[in-house]
């Protein structure tokens, strides 16, 4: 062999090892990351699951802010309720309110202006500062004076607030207010150390929380939020070892197959109505369903300042013909609750008066009453149903509505739905544009006063006029009652539980009577858990108490 066919033939062969050499380097590379990173994997699947009692609950509500003076929405507030801690609260998964921050309920002067409140001892803020009077002073004076969206709550209500010892509070309101009590239990009204924040028009803190609850904020960013456990609380401590919420912002396919899948251990949320149906049908043996009676009503509102619902007999009509179990059956998939009244059952003065007089798809009381109205299947009544072009769930049930009234009343009566966008729909509303509308009600606290005075009480108006100016002008009723404002004003004064719930079933009875709005269900709320999961709760309110969910064996 000639040396340079030798010398050919070794370049080639070294050239060769060198392409072979680097595979071998990057299979080594690769293999090596393949095993840590499943190592890893394996580690944290582990931490969060047999191994730890951390708790991963996922949520498509992405909050706006944390800061307690300016957070009104649901998202917010449920981290808030479980860091934060206000002078009252709910028994969980009830609507009994109780003691919190305060020792008792408050002491009420005889004529319902002041409230003296003992407050408890011992506690301190996250950031080590003690709590006191003076502390809860300042943070109910923030709460008013920074002017966040949910001011005017307290705003509206409280005319001074002041420590009337280290751990007295007294607060003076500017008109009798019998739920008010009610309104401390709202989660925004907590404590926040006056260490931490400024009071002062628009000076808040979004993204940190420093109250005295069993959790601290450990981490809050735009896709997830981790909270400790508080080692210094004065109470039991939560019977888990801290949670990590996964915001899946507006995306409830990603949170329905991260819960299928098991990269979640509890969601809540909001699922959409089949995905909860799939979860439900499919639970058995694979994980839990926990179902809570919800607070938010829906219904329709009938303006009665437009025709033909200024005639008593259409209102009424409408009221015999609205089939509760069909909408809830076809439209809402069996996960609502009939509601024959704006006050939810979850409330003992609940009283289902509409059933009472009307009963459910009564079709020969409404055939009746459209008679008498002066209308036939020559002269039908008109009737278009709003709603926001957003809320699919509305629009069926408008739909449905309509298929069943034609169907049963022989042309009597022409459902009309219409939608706009949201924006436009709640302006319009109070314009007095729509003549009927597809609404729903979240309550600001719970107390069945928030579900009567926003919809019936009037402050400038008469019986023929209606409504000109007042609470139900804003919900498009334009709905006006002399008895109604009496009542409700009767309803804020009196301190006597018995008293007060004889006016609210009153005021049920002439809200069936009168009819300005027809309640047609209230949802149930839903959360999902895996099976290893424990103490799941759904508070009346929405909310979502952390403190109670614990891991199997943990």
Known sequence: MSSNRFLYLWQHLWQQLRKISKYL?????????????????????????ANSNQISVGTTLKPRTLDPADNYELAGLNIIYNVGESLYTYEVGTTEIK?????????????????????????????????????????????????????????????????????????????????????????????????????GAGEFNPNKLVSTGKYKLAQFK?????????????????????INIQVYAGNSANLFNSFKTGAIDVAYQSLDPQQIETLINSAANKWQVIEGSGTVVNYLVLNLQQEPFNQLEVRQAIASIINRALINERVLKGQAEPLYSLIPTAFDTYQSTFEKLYGDANTAKAKELLTKAGYSAENPAIVEIWHPSGSITRGIVADTIKAYAEQELGG????????????????????????????????????????????????????????????AQSRGSFYYSDRANELIEQSRQEQDLIERQAIFIELQELLAQDVPYIPLWQTKDYAFAQNDINGVAINPSQTFPFWTIKRMGK
């Open 99 to 199: 003691p919190l921050l305060a020792t008792e309920m408050p002491e009420i002067s005889e004529d319902g202006l002041n409230y003296t409140i003992p407050l408890r001892q011992g506690v301190t803020f996250h950031d080590g500062t003690a709590f006191n009077a003076e502390a809860m002073v300042f943070s109910l004076q923030r709460f008013i004076e920074n002017g966040g969206k949910p001011a005017f709550l307290l705003g509206d209500v409280i005319d001074k607030v002041e420590a009337t010892g280290e751990y007295e509070l007294k607060i003076s309101l500017k008109q009798p207010f019998a739920a008010f009590p009610a309104l401390l239990a709202f989660p925004g009204a907590c404590a926040v150390s006056p260490q931490a924040y400024k009071i």
């Open 222 to 242: 735009s896709d997830s939020i981790s909270l400790n456990i508080n080692e210094n609380y004065w109470g039991d401590k939560p019977a888990n070892e801290g």
């Open 25 to 49: 380097i990057l299979f080594s590379i690769c293999f090596t990351l393949t095993v840590g990173c499943n190592g890893n994997q394996t580690q944290q699947n582990g931490n969060n699951t």
């Open 412 to 471: 009597m009566i022409q459902f009309m739905p219409n939608s706009v966008e949201s924006a436009s729909f709640f302006g319009n509303l109070s314009q007095g544009v729509y003549p009927t509308a597809l609404v729903d009600w979240y309550p600001d606290f719970l107390d069945p006063d928030n579900y009567l005075q926003p919809f019936l009480s009037c402050g400038k108006g008469s019986l023929n006029a209606g409504c000109e100016e007042g609470a």
